[in-house]
């Protein structure tokens, strides 16, 4: 859920895998296995022992391949192929550590080696150590030839340190030696993605899915960043590439990493997120469990005796995972939770991989829990391992496909029972992940066959509030914010990636209907501002009619919701923190609901709060309400008051309720594994020791 005041306007959208490892830099580590000839260096044990730990290498076996270049830098260590060969069959391993130490003592030795110097930048962006590795990248010899693998990993490195707009140079450099280079082409759009130029970031995906039709994670991004842009002139020919890509994909080692979450605001077409999900779920649990070793994609299954012994003994652990204990919109929703939480029946343990921001929210959410693991230093699997040793029953990712996910560590089985909750509004795919925790309105039961989960369903609502967060007082005239005062004001503050034509072209249909009245966004980007009025504009609308509002700081953004009339908000994929951002402030929300979890959030907030009826299920009469609202002044009034005064009794915001909730659905879900029982679905209010 995106946060009122992000710090970047698309960060949601962007996966946390956007630039995965480059592959090109692991085929030339395992090239070097067979670089150079071993005749001329170091004695004739060492060259031995080299030869025959090439030949291991080569029958894929890196365990006795390590074990014999060992042998050879020992004998000789002042040779530099040794030592290379070693840290490439350490990193086939997994032995991270040593590899990064064997790939410098390489380079060391030969500065004039791209291929060790490369794999050693590349163990540390993986460690994301980028600021090393871009100190490492540099020290390669000048007179040493620079490729374009050379260009990526300097680019690559050059974002990784919030430096796009340098990145993006580096790339176009890269294309000017390259011009068809796909992994420059990804990379130049995510970085002017990051620089808020969505027009030129299209454009770039949009290159590769025409010199690629396969490549399914351009035709995602293509579409995603056009419509960031809010530039619909390709939105057809977008869908239908993307569509084609899709039909084209695989799951087996080839598959590109993209976001799902891309296609949530496209269309209400769950069965497409399902297919986009499953496929990308697939990928990942490939990859990491290659990563473990796993000879069987699909297992061994480890069991989970130390959880089992735990429940036994004591309280259940419960683990929250999230690159998002911050100020965050995650972290506003769910700190009053984490505080109330019974410790009675729950050990909390948070892991932690997000950026450590300081701020007061942070420092109450680590007071919260019982235990925080700070997961940054930690790769994967040790991450995997160190859920596995801290004896979690109840594992809950709570990012999905969305910006630093480490959802692939489900595939692994660290905890015997894992679900989804609260940021990704949408299933998984992944048949690892046994629950999506919502609500009757958010995930009925009738639409189970959407999920590839089972259906928890919270009795109220499936998001938590923070009964202590503030609640400013407005203190600013609408004047003051370039509203005018006398106006009807429609507010819609979700972002512009959600906005698409068909809605745009409903809320025009609206102003036309209003006299007078004016349509308030969030959009502070000039170009999409301008693109905005350009098509208002074609629509007959004034662009005297459209008033941009500018990201502020969160008590700032909350004190001028009460400004705006009533919240318009976005079909398929509507507003949910911003949603209950606008009832908190006392700001009705009008919504459309669809069939898919992103289209409904809002949904389920207004029956939170008595406001069903402001929940409707076509357009026409989302077009309707939103007229009639501004004509009937005693109805809005009505319910203006309702949410302000209160608002402190309402559902959606009694948090003490809600931790009771979800408590209880915890230790259902725990016992129902204890008890040697598989997951199923479990409807509101249905006693989880029942069957």
């Known amino acids: 859920m995106p946060m009122s005041t992000p710090a970047s306007p698309h960060t949601k959208g962007r996966p946390s895998h956007a630039r995965s490892p480059l592959q090109r830099v692991r085929q030339a580590g395992d090239r070097a296995a067979g670089h150079g000839s071993a005749a001329a260096h170091g004695s004739a044990a060492a060259r031995r022992d080299w030869s025959e730990g090439v030949g291991w290498q080569r029958q894929g076996n890196p365990a006795e391949a390590a074990r014999c270049f060992e042998q050879a830098c020992r004998a000789s260590p002042q040779v530099s192929l040794y030592w290379l060969n070693l840290a490439n069959a350490q990193r086939r391993l997994q032995r991270v550590d040593a590899a990064l130490a064997s790939a410098q003592r390489a380079f060391a030795l030969d500065p004039s080696c791209r291929i060790s110097c490369h794999l050693a930048v590349e163990l540390l962006r993986g460690l994301e150590r980028h600021a090393e590795a871009l100190s490492l990248l540099t020290k390669l010899r000048a007179d040493t030839s620079r490729d374009v693998q050379h260009g990526l990993l300097l680019g690559a490195l050059l974002a990784a340190l919030g430096q796009p707009q340098e990145a993006a ?4 450099q890269v294309l000017a030696l390259q011009p068809c280079e796909h992994e420059a082409y990804l990379q130049l759009g995510f970085a002017l993605a990051a620089l808020r130029q969505f027009d030129g970031a299209a454009e770039c995906f949009r290159t590769v899915a025409l010199l ?23 939105t057809g020919a977008d869908l239908q590439r993307l569509l084609a890509a899709l039909a084209l994909q695989g799951a087996g080692p080839g598959a590109r990493p993209f976001s799902p979450f891309c296609l949530l605001a496209m269309n209400d077409e769950v069965g497409l997120h399902r297919q986009a999900a499953q496929l990308e779920a697939k990928r990942l649990a490939l990859e990491i469990r290659d990563l473990a070793g796993w000879t069987d994609a699909s297992g061994p299954v480890p069991g989970h005796p130390k959880a089992a012994a735990q429940m036994q003994m004591g309280r259940c652990r419960v683990g929250l995972m999230s690159a998002d204990f911050r100020t965050h919109a995650t972290g506003l929703l769910l700190v009053q939770t984490l505080e109330n939480l019974d410790r009675e029946r729950f050990e909390l343990f948070l892991y932690s991989h997000g950026a450590d921001d300081g701020t007061p929210l942070q420092r109450r959410i680590r007071a919260a829990a019982d235990h925080l693991v700070d997961c940054r230093k930690l790769g994967l699997l040790a991450q995997a391992q160190r859920i596995r040793d801290d004896a979690v029953t109840v594992l809950i990712d709570m990012s999905g496909y969305t910006t630093g996910s480490r959802l692939q560590l489900m595939a692994l089985r660290p905890a015997p029972v894992q679900a989804l909750w609260l940021a990704y509004p949408g299933t998984t795919g992944a048949d690892w992940v046994d629950y999506l925790l919502g609500d009757p309105v958010m995930t009925p039961l009738a639409h189970a066959a959407d999920f590839d989960e089972h259906l928890v369903q919270l009795p109220v609502c499936y998001e938590p509030t923070d009964e202590r967060r503030e609640h400013p007082e407005t203190n600013i005239s609408r004047s003051d914010v370039g509203l005018p005062e006398a106006a009807f004001v429609y507010a819609c503050f979700n972002q512009s990636y959600k906005i698409t034509e068909e809605m745009f072209s409903r809320w025009c249909r609206i102003l036309h209907r209003v006299p007078g009245s004016v349509l308030w966004l969030l959009v502070p980007q000039p170009a999409i501002q301008l693109a905005l009025s350009r098509q208002a504009a074609a629509r007959g609308i004034d662009s005297s009619r459209l008033v941009f509002a500018p990201f502020v700081p969160t008590t700032d953004h909350l004190a001028r919701l009460p400004l705006a009339d009533v919240f318009l908000d976005t079909f398929p994929y509507g507003a949910h923190t911003t949603c209950s951002d606008a009832l908190w402030m006392g700001l009705p929300v009008l919504t459309q609901v669809g069939r898919s979890v992103a289209s409904r959030v809002a949904a389920s907030l207004l029956g939170a709060v008595g406001l069903p009826t402001l929940a409707v299920d076509n357009a026409e009469d989302y077009e309707e309400l939103a007229v009639m609202l501004s004509c009937d002044g005693e109805a809005l009034c009505d319910i203006r008051d309702h949410l302000w ?5 309402l559902p959606l915001f ?7 909730e979800l408590g209880d659905a915890l230790a259902g879900m725990a016992q129902r594994w204890l008890a040697g029982k598989a997951p199923a679905h479990w409807p509101a209010g249905q006693d989880w020791t029942a069957s």
Not at 169 to 172: A, D, I, K, S, T
Not at 645 to 649: A, V
């Open 169 to 172: 140079g580096v790339f176009l």
């Open 212 to 234: 690629d039709p396969a490549h399914f994670s351009a035709a995602v991004y293509a579409a995603h960043y056009a419509a960031w842009a809010c530039d619909w002139q390709q």
């Open 645 to 649: 005064d209160n608002r402190r009794d």
């Open 654 to 660: 009694d948090n003490q309720r809600f931790a009771a």
